[in-house]
């Protein structure tokens, strides 16, 4: 790939891994993975976790490592969501899998790697039928599937794969990669901003990628082109923690009119979300030191305000709970301190 092709590209996509080693913060399954390739027992896999995790990089970036140069003919890559009938599926991993390899050699492997992407997109019938080929076809290929809930997966799927779990990527192995990017792309951040960007991030490599790469653009030209902490914010659509501390401080401080006129005003100039107020507070909450009982009785309230909200109730009802919610659980607390 020349250089000038790939400046073109999302971030996303020209940080890809290219290999294993480039794969951050999920050292324990390319490990054993790594293990299962030099032991010529490759198993079907099944790559299982929240977006962003890197489980199709891995999956390619260990193809390339097996085929080398052989990758096209050797990997067929199938999006089940793409195209959510069986047949289609079918015939092209019948075409696939019974066309005999040309290419192998020495000490490429002896079968060719079927990658499924998005399979917990796929219907439950097409996921029926999916293990019959399976089998059918384990004699000279295996496969890869790659889902982000495996309990939208059929059992009896599930149980012909060795599975691995993505969690979500450490804080420390992001920074790791977005230093890297931060370097390579001549981006201006500065520390407090970049130490958000990962924490909002939560996990999510694509999402720091992609918010990284959407403020670098904001800030291309113009004088001043460092990156704060308010445009990291902005650019994810999350609110700011001064302002829910704002709100949280109005609540435990002020008459019951003042707290609810705040977040109000909060919630208009701002376009701050109750939802995502109540998240902060929980957030913040969760850093004080109380009493058991109370911090159960928010948590209970709250957790039930939020469900009313996701039901469409009224918002300024719920505004009002999560006030009285919140005033009550402190009712009995002496001045709040943080842990
Ligand atoms: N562990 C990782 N190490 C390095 N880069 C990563 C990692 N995970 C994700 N990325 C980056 O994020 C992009 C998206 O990752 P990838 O497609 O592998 O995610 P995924 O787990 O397959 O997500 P989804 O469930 O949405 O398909 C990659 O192109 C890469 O730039
Ligand atoms: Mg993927």
Redesign the pocket.
Known sequence: MSGNYKDNLP???????DNLE?????GDIVNTVRKFVESGKLPHLL?Y??????????I?ALAKEIYGPNYRNMVLELNASDDRGIDVVRNQIKSFASTRQIFTSGSAPHFKLIIL??ADAMTSVAQNSLRRIIEKYTKNTRFCI???YSHKLNPALISRCTRFR?HP?DEE?IRS?IDNVVIKEHVNITPEALNALLHLSQG???RS?NVLQACKAATDGDDDDSIDVDMIYNCIGAPHPQDIEACLDSILQDDWTTAYLTLNRYKTTKGLALIDLIAGFIEILSRYELKPQNRVHYLKGLSDIEYGISKGGNDKIQSSAIIAVIKQAMEHEQQPTTK
Request: proline letters at 8%; charged letters at 25%.
């Open positions: 971030w996303v996509e020209k940080y890809r891994p480039e794969v951050y913060g999920q790559f976790g929240p977006p962003g995790t890197g489980k199709t990089s891995t390619v992407d998005e790659l889902a982000n993505f990527i192995s990669r999510d490599m694509r990628l």
